[in-house]
């Protein structure tokens, strides 16, 4: 069908463009790509040269010396950096394709739903400077409901959160269209965050933020259990109090109650959506559950605390990390079928 389409061209694309990982699909092959979103750059003789994108340049993060920057150019799931941003997906598109000149392909590219029309602009003038002929734009939780497999073109309410590192994206779907849906400002990034303060205050240690990344990958917890003291991690940094490398155990009780606000607010968000959807929805909502996407779905016992704060119960998608690329794509592959979802600024 994406010949059909596109008359007979290998090169069109579908990016996950994260805050945090950058994901590509090309029809045909899958996911093919997925690396942070993470350009190292030199100052050389007052002009910017990029160094490394993605697993290189994320090595990077913290470590370099004072002319060399560790950029991530997206902030909140929306492009902070114009240029560094366009450079970031220019190398992407050469990865993918393997050629010294790259074919213009058409891209599909997923955005926040609570994107303003210049952060979609910015998103799109960036794809078409890295050298698309043509960009389309899918939201978030429409690309992450198809991806988990939803029936979304049915007459029957269903729910979605995606959990990406910059947003947390909520929204109720039904006949091909998203009927209310909010975009939180709370992601993985926040979570990050969050462990890196709290360590601080508690323990007057100074971690960086890989370090935090790795605390929540590895004992992260959205509530405390009854192991939860005994689920313990060695962590390294620098004590605040004598600026002395210093050792220090954390457990996942720590952890989970450094992430008690930003669970907090995840829920809380999930519960306003379900509190202004039309009643019919609800009660589907009801048989078929919370479906949860995104990296951020992965923090364990998440699910349990939106079921306990909302009522319903929650599970997390097969494969979450993929759910918004390969919904992506499928839009992509199916533009005929899904020409309504995609979307252009102009």
Excluded at 64 to 76: K, N
């Amino acid at each position: 069908m994406l010949n059909r389409i596109f008359g007979f061209l290998s090169t069109d694309m579908a990016i996950d463009l994260g805050t945090a990982n950058t994901l590509v699909y090309v029809n045909g092959k899958g996911v093919v790509l997925n690396e942070p979103s993470v350009v190292a750059v030199a100052n050389l003789r007052n002009r910017m040269e990029v160094l490394a994108v993605g697993n290189e340049a994320k090595q990077m993060l913290g470590r370099t010396p004072g002319y060399i920057q560790a950029i991530r150019p997206l902030r909140d799931g929306v492009i902070a950096d114009f240029e560094i941003a366009e450079e970031m997906i220019k190398y992407f598109i050469k990865r993918v394709h393997n050629r010294g000149i790259f074919a213009s392909p058409r891209i599909v590219i997923c955005v926040p739903f609570g994107a303003t029309a210049v952060e979609r602009r910015a998103i799109q003038e960036s794809a078409e400077g890295a050298g698309a002929r043509e960009v389309y734009l899918i939201e978030e939780p429409m690309a992450a409901a198809i991806g988990a497999g939803l029936h979304i073109t049915e007459p029957c309410g269903s729910i979605v959160v995606d959990i990406g590192g910059g947003t947390t994206e909520v929204a109720v779907i039904s006949l091909g269209g998203i009927v209310f849906a909010s975009s939180l400002r709370v992601g993985g990034d926040k979570m990050d965050e969050e462990i890196t303060s709290y360590i601080r205050k508690n323990f007057n240690l100074l971690i960086g933020e890989a370090t935090a990344e790795k605390i929540k990958k590895e004992i992260g917890s959205a509530v405390c259990t009854q192991s939860s003291k005994d689920i313990k991690m060695i962590i390294k940094g620098r004590n605040l109090l004598d600026g002395n490398p210093k050792d220090l155990e954390i457990t996942q009780k720590h952890v989970a109650e450094a992430l008690m606000d930003t669970v907090s607010a995840i829920a809380s968000g999930v519960k306003e959506v379900l509190e202004r959807t039309p009643p019919e929805l609800v009660a589907d909502i009801i048989d078929h559950g919370i479906t949860l996407t995104g990296g951020g779905a992965l923090l364990s016992n998440l699910d349990s605390v939106i079921s306990h704060v909302t009522g319903v119960a929650a599970r997390v998608a097969e494969n979450p990390l993929n759910c918004v690329v390969l919904g992506t794509g499928q839009a992509l592959a199916e533009t005929k079928k899904n020409g309504s979802i995609l979307l252009k600024t102009y």
